[in-house]
């Protein structure tokens, strides 16, 4: 991985600078990461994906609260502070971040074994590049949610404000002209070309009856193209999609529980399509509940993964990591089948008595702590904000 991430300084005009640049030259070259050294200059504050403030010293506290307004402005990250613990320089920046938060503003001290703050900085970057992979890119929801989705609509100015999406409603019937040429699947790349979107979700049950189709095909080829491509309409499983595509580089499998054992934490999920990057092979049936068009029967391989989905005004949010212990291929349900381990068993119970819908998306690896931490950044990023509004 090759770190973009910029350093920044805070220091004291009462410490001596030859002996500060010692302890910094000796500190940063110790953490074992790549770095855009900027020190005082903050012009360009906020441009990289992980922006760091060295407080080198104490008595740095004035300085940075009188560069806040300005730093407020140019990022809307959390504030983290790199601190060597010499020079007083933990002391300051916990009163900084005491400050920061009675403002209702979010931020981190990083301190501790070089090893801890290397990983911490990795994990960082990391959460930091997906959330600019999410700002400002745009998602359509082609046709509406399926009338069965009662659940799974999305708030549209929150999801903005929150994530930095853009949700574009675009109707069935674009699709169905776009197709008048073409295949389902270059129906749905004019859509992606004309939109300028990273991804969609589509109301596919209604090919069904206009086009005497299905779009599962057309989906697993696009998921594993680059887009995020979501079933039935459900605008919260594509948001889910689109923040795992953010940090791993997969959509995910979109599917829903098929049968789930409360005592052992062993689920099964299902769907007639899922990413043909995901899988080690797959094979065409029909679609499972109509008996037509083509679903995809993928087999992934066996191993650690992820569960993941987001509610539509996001307030809430399920991860759980497990295992993919066996795929499946039973004629009774829809085509992809997987049969997953949760690593906590007492999670199954979420499933049973407080669900966000029906589908939900299986990420291959463990990547609970990096979701959470998205998340996470992406709430007290909206927080943080409105503190500053309010104060101005």
Not at 7 to 31: K, M, N, P, Q
Not at 122 to 132: D, S
Not at 251 to 265: H, V
């Amino acid at each position: 991985m090759i770190m973009k991430t910029a350093i920044y300084t805070l220091t004291s005009e009462l410490h001596d600078e030859r002996a500060v640049e010692s302890v910094t030259r000796d500190f940063l070259g110790s953490l074992g990461v790549e770095y855009i050294f900027r020190g005082s200059d903050y012009a360009d504050y906020g441009s990289h994906p992980l922006s760091l403030i060295y407080v080198r010293t104490g008595g740095t506290e004035g300085i940075f609260q009188r560069l806040l307004p300005m730093l407020m402005e140019k990022s809307r990250q959390p504030f983290y502070l790199l601190t060597s613990g010499k020079s007083n320089s933990l002391a300051a920046s916990m009163e900084i971040l005491s400050y920061l938060r009675q403002e209702g503003i979010q931020g981190e001290i990083l301190h501790g074994s070089r090893a801890y703050i290397n990983q911490r900085i990795l994990t960082l970057a990391r959460v930091e590049e997906a959330r600019l992979q999410l700002n400002n890119c745009r998602l359509g929801v082609i046709g509406k949610p399926s009338d069965w989705l009662i659940s799974s609509n999305a708030d549209y100015g929150i999801v903005r404000e929150r994530l930095g999406i853009e949700l574009v409603d675009i109707p069935m019937q674009e699709l169905l002209d776009a197709t008048d040429d073409c295949t389902i699947y270059g129906g749905l790349k004019k859509i992606i070309s004309t939109h300028q979107l990273s991804g969609f979700t589509l109301r596919c049950f209604d090919l069904l009856t206009a086009m005497k189709s299905t779009g599962c095909l057309a989906l697993a080829k696009l998921n594993s193209e680059g887009y995020v491509a979501g079933c039935e309409g459900d605008v919260p499983a594509m948001l889910s999609m689109m923040i795992a595509r953010s940090l791993t580089g997969f959509s995910g499998f979109q599917a829903n529980p098929a049968r789930i054992n409360p005592d052992t934490g062993e689920l099964l999920f299902a769907h007639c399509t899922i990413p043909l990057n995901m899988v080690e092979r797959y094979e065409l049936d029909t679609h499972f509940e109509s008996g037509i068009g083509v679903g995809v029967r993928g087999y992934m391989k066996e191993g650690p993964v992820t569960l993941f989905k987001v509610s539509g005004d996001l307030k809430r949010s399920f991860v759980a990591e497990g295992t993919l212990v066996r795929n499946t291929a039973e004629p009774d349900l829809c085509r992809t089948q997987q049969v997953i381990q949760l690593s906590d068993p007492s999670q199954a119970s979420y499933f049973l008595t407080n669900p966000i819908g029906n589908h939900h998306i299986v990420i291959p690896g463990h990547i609970g702590s990096l979701l959470k931490e998205v998340l996470c950044i992406q709430a007290i990023s909206f927080r943080g904000r409105s503190a500053v509004v309010r104060r101005s």
